[in-house]
C-alpha cells in the first residue's frame, strides 16, 4: 500500500505537469490505459497470488501510467528519455523483483506468534533493503546512499 500511494503521488505530480503543459486528453488516455491495465494484471495475478497479486496488480498499472506519461512529457518538453530510464526503470525493476518474491514466498512462511513475527520482520527489511541497494540503485547512487547513512550513524 505504501508504494501504491507512492506511486499515486507521482502520478499527481506528473499529471498536473501534463495539464500545465495542455495536454488533457493525452493525460486521459495514459489514465484510462494505466487504469485498464491494472485492472487486468490485479485480476490476472489475484488468481495466482491472492491479495498480494492485486496488489501487485494495481502497482503494475501506475507503473504504466509514469511511464506512458513521461513518454507524453518527453514528446513535449526538452527532458531526455535516457535521464528517466536510469532514474527509475531500475528501481522498478528491483521493486518488481522483490514484490515477486515476496508473492511466491507468501504462502510457505508462517508466523504463529508474535514474538516470532519481529525477527522475521527485521530479517526481510534487511533483505530488502539490501536487494534494493544492490539491484536497484547503481554505482553513484548506492555510493552517496552509503555515505549519507554513515555520517547519519557519526562514522
Keep these: 500500500l505504501a508504494v501504491s500511494a ?6 499527481a505530480i506528473d499529471g ?6 495542455l495536454r488533457f ?6 489514465l484510462a490505459s494505466g487504469g485498464a491495465f491494472a485492472v ?3 485480476v490476472l495475478l489475484q488468481r495466482w497470488g491472492g491479495v498480494a497479486g492485486v496488489l501487485m496488480g494495481i502497482c503494475g498499472g501506475k507503473i504504466l501510467s509514469l511511464l506512458l506519461q513521461h513518454k507524453v512529457m518527453s514528446s513535449s518538453t526538452e527532458i531526455g528519455s535516457q535521464i528517466f530510464a536510469r532514474s527509475f526503470i531500475r528501481p522498478m525493476l528491483a521493486f518488481l523483483l522483490i514484490g515477486s518474491c515476496g508473492v511466491l ?8 506468534s508474535w514474538w516470532s513475527f519481529f525477527p522475521a520482520a527485521v530479517l526481510a527489511g534487511i533483505v530488502t533493503a539490501g536487494t ?3 539491484l536497484g ?3 553513484a547512487q548506492r555510493r552517496t546512499l552509503f555515505e549519507r547513512a554513515r555520517r547519519a550513524m557519526g562514522r
Excluded at 25 to 30: G, K, P, Y
Aim: charged share 15%; net charge neutral.
Design 6 to 11: 507512492t506511486l499515486s503521488s507521482i502520478l
Design 16 to 21: 498536473l505537469i501534463l495539464d500545465a503543459l
Design 25 to 30: 486528453r493525452a493525460r486521459a488516455m495514459v
Design 40 to 42: 487486468a494484471l490485479a
Design 105 to 112: 514466498l507468501q504462502r510457505d512462511i508462517v508466523i504463529h
Design 132 to 134: 534494493f541497494a544492490v
Design 137 to 139: 540503485l547503481d554505482f
